[in-house]
């Protein structure tokens, strides 16, 4: 798979003005929305939930909402967030009591699965797992805020998952999600991701377009 999908991360946006916000960042050039969910068990921070999705839906937003939950259990909401809108869900395998039964029920609802796998997750979560899923949701940093520092440790598992991945010989994509900056995702494409969350380098920014556009370069030559 070669094409880049770049997925900013609504957590570093304006919520004062989140409709606003989505719509700057799609007309800016980014492929999809990333959508963090946090319940301040599984993860120490709090954020938004299902209603929020559907707002952006109501608003207007076509473009694919990637909901990544950090909620503890998973299943409750799986069914809320496809109701909602969402197209992608992924959540942490630690969260789930059963994990085959929680990606099958994304499934089953009409949106595409993904694993999310933190920087101390060992892959064996991928065995019985992998030919199921749409995408691997790698944590370079570990899960709960915005603006953290990526970690060097994920070059090595985009790696080793980059080559399950071809050994299955299917299409599933490489996400990446923390610290994703202009100076690093040429590096991080060429492990193997090929989603890139990006929160604060793209929010923080004065110019939502310069920034994508900037990614854009890196991961062209
Ligand atoms: C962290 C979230 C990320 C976060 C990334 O738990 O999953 O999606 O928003 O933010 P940056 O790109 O600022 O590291
Ligand atoms: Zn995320």
Redesign the pocket.
């Known amino acids: 798979m070669s094409d880049f999908l770049i997925a900013p ?1 609504i ?2 946006a304006d919520f004062a003005r989140l409709g606003e916000e989505v719509d700057a960042v799609l007309a800016a050039g980014a492929d999809i929305v ?1 959508f ?1 969910v946090m319940d301040n068990h599984y ?1 120490p921070n709090l954020t938004i939930g299902p209603m929020v999705c559907k707002a952006l839906r109501d608003y207007g937003v076509t473009a694919p909402i990637d909901v ?1 939950l ?1 909620v503890e259990p998973v299943d409750d909401m799986i069914e809320k967030f496809a109701e909602a809108g969402a197209s992608y869900i992924s959540f942490h395998p630690e969260a789930s009591a059963h994990v085959d039964r929680s990606i099958q029920a994304i499934i089953d609802a009409g949106c595409q699965p993904g694993l999310v796998l933190n920087p101390a997750t060992p892959l064996h979560y991928l065995d019985y797992t992998l030919e199921k899923l749409h995408h691997v949701l790698i ?1 370079s ?1 570990n ?6 520092q990526f970690l060097d440790s994920t070059y090595d598992k985009l790696r080793d998952v980059k080559r399950r991945i071809d050994q299955s010989g299917k299409n599933i994509r490489i996400e990446i ?4 900056k202009v100076d690093n995702i040429r590096a991080v494409a060429e492990a193997g991701a090929d989603m890139f ?5 793209i929010f923080n920014a004065p110019d939502y377009k310069a920034v994508i556009d900037k990614m854009r370069s890196e991961l062209s030559h």
């Open positions: 991360s957590l570093s990333h963090d993860v990544h950090m944590m940093v899960p709960g805020f915005g603006g953290q999600d923390g610290g994703v969350v990006a929160g604060s380098a």
